[in-house]
């Protein structure tokens, strides 16, 4: 299980994507300086302690959670190969809906607010997580192709 080198790439994935909860996504400051922070606990305006709580993002901060969730639990299914590559795909399909949805609700908050805003190096984490768990499926696939080969030998 640990030896693998898919397993490596599994844990990295999940660890990258639970450090988005740690970091905002994306900063808006619109057009009278009222600044607004966009993070997968909701989308907050003011800084610190004054942050007053506009919108929630409950959908997105699901979607990753099961996300990182799927990419842990993944590691322990090793001896289930197949399953282990129907899970990262899965999982590949979520870190998808999660840019969907991620810009849907910056989009759609930002011209509510009338704001203008940049995205955080938080945001590339899903595309780095999205690399991991395709490289973790290309590896659980080239050992599901060794053991069939071996058993077609026999």
Known sequence: ???RIQTVYLFLASAIIFSMFLSPLAEMVD?????YSF???GIYQGV???AIKIESVLPLRFLIAVTASLSLLTIFF?????LQIRICIFNLMLLIGFYVLFFFYYYHTRNRL???????ITVIFPVIA?????LATRGIRKDE????SYDRIR
């Open 1 to 3: 299980m640990i030896q």
């Open 31 to 35: 057009s009278s300086g009222n600044y």
């Open 39 to 41: 993070g997968l606990t």
């Open 48 to 50: 610190a302690e004054t």
């Open 78 to 82: 090793y001896k289930r190969r197949i």
């Open 114 to 120: 009338d704001a203008t805003g940049h995205f955080n």
């Open 130 to 134: 999205f690399i991991l768990v395709f």
């Open 145 to 148: 192709m060794l053991v069939r």
